[in-house]
Nanobody, 126 residues
Framework: QVQLVESGGGSVEDGGSLRLSCATSGYTVGSGCMAWFRQRAGLKREAIAA??????????IPSDSAKARFYISRDKSKNMLYLQMTKLHSDDTGTYYC?????????????????WGDGTLVTIST
């Protein structure tokens, strides 16, 4: 009965900002690694960022252009995960996914996530 549901997607102008939210049911935020992924047209799913059980942010690819513009955070009291995105560009367009693991990020991220949301579409218009 675990469910992760993303929200906050939509259309935003080039250079704009957007905050995605992930609401959880049957899963406790902070109990394991949580992360954001995305899939852009013609590309494989890619990891964006993760937050471990101690609240530490983890970025798997330092050279990724999203690293400096995307910020992951959580609110344990609300069982919510967030992704704050700024300076969005056309190549950020894609479907963004929330994911959670039963274990911490050292074991679960990026290839060992256990629960996934259905994604939310983000479109950057020009």
């Amino acid at each position: 009965q675990v469910q992760l549901v993303e929200s906050g997607g939509g259309s935003v102008e080039d250079g704009g900002s957007l905050r995605l939210s992930c609401a959880t049911s049957g899963y406790t935020v902070g109990s394991g690694c949580m992360a954001w992924f995305r899939q852009r047209a013609g590309l494989k799913r890619e990891a964006i960022a993760a937050i471990d059980t101690d609240g530490r942010e983890i970025n798997p690819i330092p050279s990724d252009s999203a690293k400096a513009r995307f910020y992951i955070s959580r609110d344990k009291s609300k069982n919510m995960l967030y992704l704050q995105m700024t300076k969005l560009h056309s190549d950020d367009t894609g479907t963004y996914y929330c994911a959670g693991a039963l274990v911490d990020c050292g074991l679960g991220y990026p290839t060992g996530m256990d629960y996934w949301g259905d994604g939310t579409l983000v479109t950057i218009s020009t």
